[in-house]
């Protein structure tokens, strides 16, 4: 058998496993699976383009919802969005995308055209931090709230290199002073804006285009101190960054990168080449990303030429076995998704519930917990859908098998599944020289146990299509020599 290796359109096409294309296929810890339909959530769409999304918990686990449009700050509220702007909403800007963070119980939003905003409460509206700057990016760490790439009078107007920290444990409070730690600065040891920032562990990492720098806080009379790690490694964009909680994964102006607090190092194994041929460089800033830490995928969505800077695509990685696939899906937004919770006035009509029926476990009990988490997207239609349906079409196309000099014929290719598709099907191909071109020798469907293809080569590639929820370990080909030209 041929253990399938990966989507690797950057390695030799007659590397074992290797598939030189897929659609719609995601890697596991086994092989390659089909990538879920995206399933309606039931909740009605947002009444424009949405900007940024987030679930935030608080303290006491209870979880917010919110998703932004470039005028106004929504929160789910049972099957519905509420709008949760300040007073008179917001002006936003062509480009602004609204970015979340908790702090304690203060669910915080920014997006660099508006002072920070900042909800207490379930159902409460946003407010703007009086003292706060207009940033682009915000992050939690070390009891501080951080801002990036600021517009604030106090640190020299627009000043997309300038970081600020609210007061220790003070999300209210922005005016550096002696007695409460908030502190402003600048990234000047290498050129241009600060584009991503992110937690690692107790520190902060904040990316330049072509710069890393790492920053900690170390008390009075510095606060945070920022050291440049490299200044040739950065991020394009703020959702071009995955934390996976020991590390950040990124995609950088020319390669994917992985960085754990000491060095940046690339992922050898990213499609690098074909990633950068196939993106679209003058709007690649617009790459979203996701952790599904369930699964252990990290997701890049980015634009594809032509899209007119929309996400159409996405790349997806697996941690654990160092494996691409690759999915289409138009998205506006990523997140991940929770569902309603259901409480006594929300219980279904139909389960005859009261009080003297409820089971005999305390009110808190995760059994009584019935709301779900799954990896949500807006669609371009601006509603929320899960990725939780059965797969669709999905296909995969290998590399080149057989013998340099002999020519063989393929009578059988036997698919290990552990999950049968609904259909399969198979095109055969050949061709008789290293590099040229590929001869289409028929198609065979999955008939039994494997397809029954019939054609004499050098070399042979397949293309299976498949429909339906299935897993796809490797493949066994039967060839039978013919000899020598």
Same mark, same amino acid.
């Given at each position: 058998?041929?253990?399938? *290796?990966?989507?690797?359109?950057?390695? %030799?096409?007659?590397?074992?496993?290797?598939?030189?294309?897929?659609?719609?296929?995601?890697?596991?810890?086994?092989?390659?699976?089909?990538?879920?339909?995206?399933?309606?959530?039931?909740?009605? $769409?947002?009444?424009?383009?949405?900007?940024?999304?987030?679930?935030?918990?608080?303290?006491?686990?209870?979880?917010?919802?919110?998703?932004?449009?470039?005028?106004? =700050?929504?929160?789910?509220?049972? $099957? *519905?969005?509420?709008?949760?702007?300040?007073?008179?909403?917001?002006?936003?800007?062509?480009?602004?995308?609204?970015?979340?963070?908790?702090?304690?119980?203060?669910?915080?939003?920014?997006?660099?055209?508006?002072?920070?905003?900042?909800?207490?409460?379930?159902?409460?509206?946003?407010?703007?931090?009086?003292?706060?700057?207009?940033? +682009?990016?915000?992050?939690?760490?070390?009891?501080?709230?951080?801002?990036?790439?600021?517009?604030?009078?106090?640190?020299?107007?627009? +000043?997309?290199?300038?970081?600020?920290?609210?007061?220790?444990?003070?999300?209210?409070?922005?005016?550096?002073?002696?007695? &409460?730690?908030?502190?402003?600065?600048?990234?000047?040891?290498?050129?241009?804006?600060?584009? $991503?920032?992110?937690?690692?562990? &107790?520190?902060?990492?904040?990316?330049?285009?072509?710069?890393?720098? =790492?920053?900690?806080? @170390?008390?009075?009379?510095?606060?945070?101190?920022?050291?440049?790690?490299?200044?040739?490694?950065?991020?394009?964009?703020?959702?071009?960054?995955?934390?996976?909680?020991?590390?950040?994964?990124?995609?950088?102006? %020319?390669?994917?990168?992985?960085?754990?607090?000491?060095?940046?190092?690339?992922?050898?194994?990213?499609?690098?080449?074909?990633?950068?041929?196939?993106?679209?460089?003058?709007?690649?800033?617009?790459?979203?990303?996701?952790?599904?830490? *369930?699964?252990?995928?990290?997701?890049?969505?980015?634009?594809?030429?032509?899209?007119?800077?929309?996400?159409?695509?996405?790349?997806?990685?697996?941690?654990?076995?160092?494996?691409?696939?690759?999915?289409?899906?138009?998205?506006?937004?990523?997140?991940?998704?929770?569902?309603?919770?259901?409480?006594?006035?929300?219980?279904?009509?139909?389960?005859?519930?009261?009080?003297?029926?409820?089971? %005999?476990?305390?009110?808190?009990?995760?059994?009584?917990?019935?709301?779900?988490?799954?990896?949500?997207?807006?669609?371009?239609?601006?509603?929320?859908?899960?990725?939780?349906?059965?797969?669709?079409? $999905?296909?995969?196309?290998?590399?080149?098998?057989?013998?340099?000099?002999?020519?063989?014929?393929?009578?059988? @290719?036997?698919?290990?599944?552990?999950?049968?598709?609904?259909?399969?099907?198979?095109?055969?191909?050949?061709?008789?020289?290293?590099?040229?071109?590929?001869?289409?020798?028929?198609?065979?469907?999955?008939?039994?146990?494997?397809?029954?293809?019939?054609?004499?080569?050098?070399?042979?590639?397949?293309?299976?299509?498949?429909?339906?929820?299935?897993?796809?370990?490797?493949?066994?080909?039967?060839?039978?020599?013919?000899?020598?030209?």
């Amino acid at each position: 058998m041929i253990p399938l *290796a990966g989507f690797m359109p950057d390695a %030799d096409s007659t590397t074992a496993g290797a598939l030189t294309d897929c659609t719609n296929l995601l890697p596991t810890l086994r092989g390659m699976a089909g990538a879920p339909t995206p399933m309606d959530a039931g909740v009605p $769409a947002l009444p424009a383009e949405c900007r940024g999304g987030a679930v935030l918990t608080r303290l006491d686990k209870l979880s917010r919802v919110f998703a932004g449009t470039r005028t106004a =700050l929504y929160e789910l509220s049972g $099957a *519905a969005f509420v709008n949760q702007s300040r007073s008179g909403g917001y002006t936003g800007s062509q480009e602004n995308r609204w970015r979340f963070e908790q702090f304690g119980n203060a669910s915080l939003a920014c997006n660099e055209t508006e002072q920070i905003q900042v909800s207490t409460g379930s159902g409460t509206a946003f407010a703007d931090i009086p003292q706060s700057p207009r940033a +682009r990016i915000i992050v939690t760490a070390s009891g501080f709230v951080l801002g990036f790439g600021l517009n604030a009078t106090y640190v020299g107007g627009d +000043r997309p290199d300038a970081w600020a920290c609210s007061g220790l444990y003070d999300h209210l409070t922005w005016t550096p002073s002696d007695s &409460n730690q908030a502190a402003f600065g600048y990234l000047l040891n290498t050129p241009g804006d600060i584009r $991503a920032a992110k937690r690692l562990g &107790n520190d902060v990492v904040a990316y330049k285009e072509n710069s890393l720098y =790492l920053g900690r806080f @170390v008390g009075k009379p510095i606060i945070w101190q920022w050291d440049l790690l490299s200044s040739n490694v950065g991020a394009v964009s703020a959702e071009a960054v995955i934390d996976v909680g020991t590390a950040h994964l990124f995609i950088g102006r %020319d390669n994917f990168w992985l960085f754990d607090g000491a060095r940046p190092v690339p992922i050898k194994s990213a499609p690098k080449e074909w990633f950068f041929a196939h993106c679209d460089a003058t709007y690649r800033y617009r790459i979203r990303s996701h952790f599904d830490q *369930a699964k252990n995928l990290c997701w890049w969505f980015y634009p594809t030429p032509g899209s007119g800077g929309a996400l159409t695509n996405a790349l997806v990685y697996n941690l654990t076995m160092d494996r691409w696939g690759k999915v289409t899906l138009p998205i506006e937004t990523v997140l991940q998704y929770q569902g309603a919770e259901t409480n006594y006035d929300s219980w279904p009509a139909d389960a005859s519930l009261t009080f003297d029926t409820l089971p %005999d476990v305390p009110f808190d009990s995760p059994s009584l917990d019935t709301s779900s988490s799954a990896m949500g997207v807006v669609g371009l239609d601006h509603k929320i859908r899960t990725l939780t349906g059965p797969c669709g079409a $999905a296909s995969l196309t290998t590399g080149d098998f057989g013998d340099d000099e002999q020519f063989s014929t393929l009578t059988r @290719v036997t698919p290990r599944f552990t999950k049968r598709p609904g259909a399969s099907n198979l095109t055969h191909y050949t061709r008789d020289v290293d590099g040229g071109d590929l001869e289409n020798r028929g198609d065979s469907a999955l008939s039994g146990a494997h397809y029954d293809p019939l054609g004499s080569g050098r070399y042979h590639r397949l293309r299976i299509e498949l429909q339906g929820d299935f897993e796809l370990v490797g493949f066994t080909p039967a060839l039978t020599p013919d000899g020598y030209e």
